[in-house]
């Protein structure tokens, strides 16, 4: 996904933010710099295209 030309440079910093510990929206939100809701946008979006997961509030990158 990070190739597809058609990712923002938002959308990769918050991927970037992903790994296989969970995080919070607020976590990555304040990492990424970001909104709140900007972030939450976008992980679910992440989810959608199976990239992440979503699981008790937490966000985590999928392998």
């Known amino acids: ?4 030309q058609d990712m923002t440079k ?3 910093a918050v991927f970037n933010e992903l790994n ?3 995080a919070t929206v607020g976590e990555i939100a304040q990492n990424t710099h970001l909104t709140r809701e ?3 946008l976008i ?3 992440l989810v959608m295209a199976g990239l992440s ?3 008790v509030g937490c966000y985590k ?3």
């Open 1 to 4: 996904m990070l190739k597809q």
């Open 10 to 12: 938002t959308g990769k």
């Open 20 to 22: 296989d510990k969970p």
């Open 38 to 40: 900007r972030c939450q």
């Open 43 to 45: 992980l679910t979006q």
């Open 53 to 55: 997961e979503y699981q």
């Open 61 to 63: 990158r999928l392998q």
